[in-house]
């Protein structure tokens, strides 16, 4: 059995930020698939969203009360930014705060090549169990065991399954007594109930919306599609979501009342919205499209719902579309100056294996990268 002084379960973000930060260990990072960041590859549409010019803890949900507001402080956006201008990557920023890389996330995942070259890979590789054996942990893999004094726990979280997530850490984690808080699909699709099966007539549109759901509100695009509502306002509502209504306004900024004073024009027409919208949204509320100053006031009052439509939605299109994965190995059984278990010596969790689940515009990343960074530093 060859033995290492740390091993990594995983070759993703956390992984990879680890291990950059890891220079003198004798160390193994063993991933599933053949090559290294496969998330970070397809992230961001393909090029990356790494982080964003405001990051705190009330961008993430953990069902922990222990803050993680010291691990974002400790490599902070600005450290992430200056971490990679120091090694040639560049990403620009958008209007909206996102930091995106300029071409492809390639950019991001050759750095990563390159500065983790003194670390050994086992790649194509499966891993079955971690144990224990007199204070040594055995890491068993579909290429063999292999020893080592510490084990990292970067397998990331359960969406996407086709590039290699499994529940292999969580699995882990609870063999050696940690609580797994229940894991569910978020930054991903809402699924409808028969009273808004009118929303798939829409399939295809587009609109700018505001969605509150609990105490948070988000301003954004929605996208109808067939399986139900998708877009970034509603990936970002799905992480705050638990069953239960969520509300629309589909003519946010805009005030209904005073748009229809006075005016002649068929409700159709006058909507600033789409004319498919504006027709299934009427039939909705069972309304004519008739002229603006020919409704009643109580019709008035029900077009009013535009601003402040409340359903619930029926689920979510599940782990094969959601960006991140809620909850994960409880931070309340962690060191959080170091991410290593309370209950067993060298054995760490870092990123999205975590009961952290970031926002969507680059959180997930940059909690990815902070939980390393911080692992990393407590070993050094
Ligand atoms: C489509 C999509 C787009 C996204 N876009 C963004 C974005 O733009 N910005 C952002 O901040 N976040 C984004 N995310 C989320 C972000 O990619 C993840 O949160 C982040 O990669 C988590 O890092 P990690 O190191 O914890 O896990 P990962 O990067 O997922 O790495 C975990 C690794 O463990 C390996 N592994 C798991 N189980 C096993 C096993 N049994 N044996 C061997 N290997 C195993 C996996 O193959 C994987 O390579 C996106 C996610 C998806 C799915």
């Not at 054996?133 to 579909?142: L, P, Q, R, S």
């Not at 991140?324 to 959080?336: I, R």
């Not at 209950?343 to 909690?367: H, K, M, P, R, S």
Request: with cysteine.
């Amino acid at each position: 059995m060859k033995r290492y002084n740390t091993i990594i379960l995983g070759a993703g973000a956390s992984a990879l930020m680890f291990a950059t930060h890891q220079r003198h260990h004798n160390m193994l990072m063993i991933d599933t698939n053949l090559s290294v960041g496969a998330k970070i590859k397809i992230s961001g549409g393909g090029r990356c969203n790494v982080t964003n010019r405001s990051v705190s803890s009330s961008n993430f949900v953990s069902s922990s009360s222990r803050s993680i507001e010291p691990i974002l402080e400790r490599f902070t956006q600005l450290d992430l930014l200056e971490f990679l201008n120091s090694n040639g990557v560049y990403p620009k920023i958008r209007t909206d705060g996102q930091y995106f890389c300029t071409k492809s996330s390639e950019e991001i995942i050759n750095m990563f090549k390159k500065l983790t070259s003194h670390v050994d890979l086992s790649l194509g590789t499966k891993i079955l169990e971690v144990e224990k054996i007199d204070g040594e942990f055995v890491v068993t893999t579909t290429g063999g065991k292999f020893g080592a004094k510490r084990v990292v726990v970067a397998t990331g979280g359960l969406s996407y399954t086709k590039i290699g997530a499994s529940d292999i850490g969580l699995q882990i984690a609870a063999k050696f007594g940690h609580t797994i808080v229940v894991t569910k699909p978020a930054l991903v699709g809402l699924t409808l109930q028969p009273p808004q099966f009118w929303f798939k007539e829409l399939s295809g549109i587009s609109m700018r919306v505001a969605l509150k759901v609990k105490e948070k509100s988000f301003e954004g695009d929605l996208l109808f599609a067939h399986k139900g509502i998708t877009g970034p306002v509603v990936l970002n509502g799905s992480l705050y979501w638990e069953r239960g209504e969520i509300v629309l306004d589909f003519l946010p900024k805009l005030n209904i009342v005073k748009m229809l004073k006075g005016s002649k024009k068929q409700l159709s027409t006058l909507l600033p919205v789409s004319k498919r919208f504006a027709k299934e949204f009427l039939k909705s509320i069972d309304l004519d499209d008739k002229s603006a100053n020919r409704l009643s006031s109580s019709e008035i009052e029900r077009l009013k719902l535009i601003h402040n439509y409340s359903f619930a939605p029926s689920g979510t299109f599940g782990y094969t579309k959601a960006e991140t994965t809620k909850g994960g190995v409880s931070l309340d059984e962690l060191d959080l100056d170091s991410m290593q278990s309370l209950f067993v010596d060298g054995l760490y969790f870092i990123g999205e294996v975590t009961d952290v689940a970031g926002e969507l515009g680059g959180y997930n990343l940059q909690w990815a990268f902070s939980s390393a960074y911080l692992c990393a530093k407590s070993m050094a």
